[in-house]
């Protein structure tokens, strides 16, 4: 798997969990995740750009 891949991968996976959060009514990881879930998407654009 490619790096670019990989990081994709990572940042769906953040976002499974950041939803998951939110629907556990805990705000303040679902928060979390989604800033760790924007920061990887950021990198693997930066990646293919």
Same mark, same amino acid.
């Given at each position: 798997?490619?790096? @670019?891949?990989?990081?994709?991968?990572?940042?769906?996976?953040?976002?499974?969990?950041?939803?998951?959060?939110?629907?556990?009514?805990?705000?303040?990881?679902?928060?979390?995740?989604?800033?760790?879930?924007?920061?990887?998407?950021? @990198?693997?654009?930066?990646?293919?750009?």
């Amino acid at each position: 798997m490619s790096q @670019i891949q990989e990081l994709h991968k990572q940042a769906m996976d953040l976002a499974e969990m950041a939803q998951v959060a939110k629907l556990r009514n805990n705000s303040d990881l679902a928060v979390q995740l989604g800033v760790k879930t924007r920061y990887a998407q950021n @990198i693997a654009r930066r990646k293919v750009l």
